[in-house]
């Protein structure tokens, strides 16, 4: 007797936007939809530059790097990989980890991941941020000629179990364009963090390709970068 395939409970973003995502291009759908139950996302490309040219703010940057946030780096044409995989929170919320490996030239035998975890929330979407998931940003979600952008607004940081949301006059402010690119035929991701009175302390963008697969088949090409 055949079972039917178990429908995978909605993505953070389609419990959060809806129908709003019926205004995406279709090739950017996959990367918001679902992912079945045993499959993850994986995508591959390169980022047109990473970092801040701002070298003052390398030894900050150096300390969130080792959490799995940013870096203190300013490269261009730096090749990298995404792996989004589907789970459950310990609150019982859906929440979709990711893990962004980039390859920077300065080391090209070290790869350093940026890991955060989108769920949703009471209030939209929520990303918890590094590999301890310290901090954590509130996302508003807008689609834009066919293209996604998240904007974030409250901000704030884990100490011990509270949640301490930092003042809007010190919080960086965080924008994500995720579009379709019909010339390239690519997707397009780009990234930018600025913060009140200083301006852009960081940014990346890039293109890249995406597609589900099978969980253990990208866990052999892609180890360490399964799981939320």
Do not use: C, K
């Amino acid at each position: 007797m055949s079972v039917a395939p178990t429908t995978p409970p909605p993505s953070p973003w389609e419990s959060v936007a809806g129908d709003l995502l019926d205004g995406l291009h279709p090739r950017l759908r996959p990367y918001f939809a679902a992912i079945p139950a045993g499959s993850v996302g994986v995508g591959h490309g390169v980022f047109d530059r990473v970092g801040t040219p701002r070298r003052w703010l390398w030894p900050v940057l150096a300390v969130l790097g080792r959490q799995g946030v940013l870096f203190p780096v300013w490269q261009h044409d730096v090749p990298f990989g995404v792996v989004n995989t589907p789970g459950v929170d310990p609150a019982g919320d859906v929440v979709v980890g990711a893990v962004r490996t980039f390859a920077f030239s300065d080391d090209p035998d070290s790869h350093r991941s940026m890991v955060d975890a989108i769920t949703a929330g009471p209030g939209g979407l929520v990303d918890h941020l590094g590999t301890r998931r310290r901090g954590s940003a509130d996302l508003a979600v807008a689609v834009v000629d066919g293209g996604l952008v998240l904007t974030s607004g409250a901000l704030a940081l884990r100490v011990g179990r509270r949640h301490l949301p930092l003042p809007r006059a010190v919080s960086p402010r965080v924008t994500l364009h995720e579009a379709f690119d019909p010339a390239a035929g690519r997707q397009r991701v780009s990234l930018t963090l600025d913060a009140p009175v200083v301006g852009r302390i960081y940014e990346y963008s890039g293109h890249f390709d995406y597609r589900i697969e099978p969980r253990a088949a990208a866990a052999d090409r892609h180890p360490g970068g399964t799981t939320p």
